[in-house]
Structure formats: structure tokens, C-alpha cells
């Protein structure tokens, strides 16, 4: 029904086509060939396509600029890539699968946070209270880095697992693929990209 629809819109050879929440019902394969098509057209039609969606990875899949919005407000204009490695707020760190935001201070070169201190040299950001985002997939070296916490769950993903890791204070969502080892209640050491 999906390409009908599309196929119905793209004959009146519009200006602007609306997509509002295009594939929504459709399952994880079928969507991904979806994506794949309205990507497609759109290279060969040029029509200019507004596509609206809760789904972040989807939005990065079809699109060439990205509007976040909140309560009717554009917070964030540009390409996947920007929200990703910048994100202006809390809000578009979370929504674009930053889940581990942690309260931090800035001092020169240095950022202290409950996890410890990281040297971050290039950052521009002034001194003082800042928000330190831990992506869940930047975690790494299982096993032999120098962050340890309590695993208190582990979830399976279809290509790793959501693993709940409490370290001190702090809980954090980290990533891990199927080879590491886990058990809920055990330590697990980690380093970070």
C-alpha cells in the first residue's frame, strides 16, 4: 500500500511531497527496502520530499538535512552526522541514541565526571558545568579497560546486546557484541572510543 501511495503522489510530479510517518507499520525489512526506494526516487525525480518521523535512524537513512523538533520548536538543523557529533542539547543527544548523559566540569584540556577524568585537548566549550555524552557503542576492549562497573542487565539486541553497567554511582547503557563474555552481577572492565 506504502509504494502505491508513493507511486499515486509522484505522478502528480509535485514540488514538495509530504511524507508523514511513511513506513511506520511496516516490518524492519520491508522498511529498509522502503528507505531504499524513497532514497532512489528522490535522486531521479529531485522532487523535494518532507519526510516526518519519530525514528532517528530511519530520518538519517532517507534524508540530506534533518529538522528536530520539540513542542512545535526546530531545535537542530543539519545532517546526520552533526547531530551525532554535535548535538546542541540534551534533547538531540538523546534522541539521536545518546543515552548516557552525565553531569561533568570543564577545566582547560580536562573534563571531570563521575567515571573520572578525560583529556579532551580540542574541545571549545568554556570552563565549568557541562554535560558529558558516553554514546552506548563506544565502548570497547572488554575485559581490559581502565573503566569497571557491576552488570546489573543485559538485554540482546539483534546484532549486540544493551548491557546496564553500574559503575559507583553512575549507570551507564553500553553496547556489547555476543563474543564477551557476560553475566548479570559480574564486574565488567571497559575502555571507551
Known sequence: EQRVSLARALMAQPKLLLLDEPLSALDQNLKLSMEQMI?????????TMLYVTHDQNEAAAVSDRIALMREGQILQTGRAEDFYSHPVSAFAARFFGCSNLLRAKKTGGQIESSLGVFEMPGCMLKDGEVLLGIRPEAA??????????????????????RVAL???????????????????GAV???ALD
Do not use: M
Open 188 to 190: 565488567l572492565s571497559f
Open 166 to 184: 553500574r559503575c559507583g554511582e553512575t549507570l551507564l547503557e553500553l553496547f556489547a557484541p555476543y563474543h564477551v563474555l557476560l553475566s548479570e
Open 39 to 47: 532514497r532512489l526516487i528522490n535522486r531521479e525525480l529531485g522532487t
Open 140 to 161: 570497547k576492549d572488554f575485559g581490559n579497560g581502565p573503566f569497571s562497573g557491576v552488570i546489573e542487565e543485559i538485554v540482546p539486541r539483534s546484532a549486540d546486546r
